[in-house]
């Protein structure tokens, strides 16, 4: 058991609420039931996600929700949400929404002594690197990424040794090994900002991009600077194609396409908007549009959808099985067990601090960034594993 564990169970291995007395170890999840209170507790928040979650379906996850909502409170936690989460953790227990620059800054500033990270391991990786003396829990281990695992540190190292003198921006979608290896984080709502500033801070004109081969294309096409990257991908999003969107447009004329800057080049050159998954959310409350594509992860329609009833979702979406590795289950015992610890090694995680340090402390947008669309390829170094 950890230090941080053992300070808030009073060093049982008994799972208990403080202030609830030694014998009021929590009931398993299969045990919630659907009472006349839960009911009438969780009734305000199923408002928020009525038109999504069929009221069939409430039953089963209202006693969830009502059981991890009390015992954030008990236990002094926030959950951070990601954008992919399904609508009833989203909306119904994400204390903290929002894209991976906004999850990462409101960590920041959180003073809840728990975070519980509804999203994928690098997240919460990042939320422990941030708030060192937090317990960060992660409620499913194998909630990864296509991108973070594409790279280690050493190939960070080896790519150095190609390209000496040149800054390294390393995507968030990585480990913290990778991290502790870069000169400054970015994230999709900062790419280019961060890719330019950091051009202009070691007076170079290339800039190692990484690791995801489209986002850097997708950097490359807005700026002057020569881009060095690697050959990775998002699972979810390399799976869109040119045609697709083409097929779209005939089939629902009218119909607006926006993209995440994850998706090929190609895809963002004939969408009508690309940015972080903030950006799209925004876009979409601000233009209200008639009908609307989303070439994103499935549950991101659903979340903007609930607070969007003007727009027609078209869904050709992808899921990413690590995001969805998060349920309501796992939530609940994260917090009922204060399971899965989240640790980094404090001399990698000091290494990435000033990495991601950089990136929070660039002057802030007033919003997220948009990737221009339309842009014609530019030609990118690719590097890959040997
Ligand atoms: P953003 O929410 O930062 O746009 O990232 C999308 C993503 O794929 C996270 O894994
Ligand atoms: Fe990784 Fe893509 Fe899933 Fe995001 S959507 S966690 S980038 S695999």
């Not at 959180?110 to 937090?134: S, Y």
């Not at 727009?311 to 015992?333: A, V, W």
């Not at 995680?349 to 402390?361: G, K, Q």
Request: charged fraction near 25%; charge should be negative; proline fraction near 7%.
């Amino acid at each position: 058991m950890s230090r941080i564990v053992d300070a808030l169970t009073g060093g049982s291995d008994k799972c208990v609420i403080p202030g609830h007395g030694a014998d009021s170890a929590l009931p398993e999840g299969r045990d919630l039931a659907f009472t006349p209170e839960v009911e009438r507790e969780t009734a305000p928040l199923y408002e928020r996600v009525r038109d999504i979650v069929p009221a069939v379906e409430w039953p089963l996850f209202a006693p969830f929700v009502y059981a991890i909502n009390r015992l954030k409170r008990e236990r002094d936690a926030v959950i951070l949400a990601h954008n992919y989460m399904t609508p009833e953790i989203f909306a119904c227990v994400g204390d903290i929404r929002g894209d991976s620059l906004q999850l990462a800054r409101e960590a920041a500033r959180t003073e809840a002594r728990v975070i519980v990270q509804a999203g994928v391991h690098f997240m919460a990786e990042t939320a422990k690197i941030l708030c060192p003396d937090k317990l960060v829990l992660i409620p499913d281990e194998r909630a990864g990424c296509s991108l973070a695992s594409s790279i280690t540190g050493r190939d960070v190292r080896l790519m150095r040794e190609a390209h000496p003198g040149v800054p390294v921006v390393t995507y968030v979608n990585s480990s913290a090994d990778v991290k502790a290896e870069s000169d400054v984080c970015c994230t999709s709502s900062n790419a280019v900002q961060v890719t330019e500033w950091a051009a202009a801070e070691w007076g170079a004109d290339r800039v190692i991009v990484i690791p995801d081969e489209y986002l850097a294309r997708n950097v490359a096409a807005q700026t002057p600077l020569r881009i060095i990257t690697w050959r990775g991908r998002c699972e979810v999003h390399e799976r869109f194609t040119a045609d697709d969107v083409a097929g779209l447009r005939q089939a629902y004329p009218g119909a607006v396409v926006l993209a995440h800057p994850e998706c090929p080049p190609e895809v963002v050159a004939a969408s009508d908007y690309a940015g972080s998954t903030a950006a799209l959310a925004r876009w979409v409350g601000e233009r209200a549009p008639a009908r609307v594509v989303l070439l994103t992860e499935c549950s991101m329609s659903d979340n903007v959808a609930a607070e969007s009833p003007a727009s027609q979702f078209i869904r050709p979406c992808n899921l990413c099985p690590h995001m969805k590795r998060i349920t309501l289950e796992n939530l609940y015992d994260a917090l009922r067990l204060l399971r899965h610890e989240v640790v980094v090694p404090e001399d990698v995680a000091a290494r990435a601090r000033v990495a991601i340090d950089r990136m929070l402390s660039l002057p802030r947008a007033t919003r997220p960034a948009d990737f221009a669309t339309g842009r014609d390829p530019v030609d990118v170094t690719v590097m890959s594993a040997a």
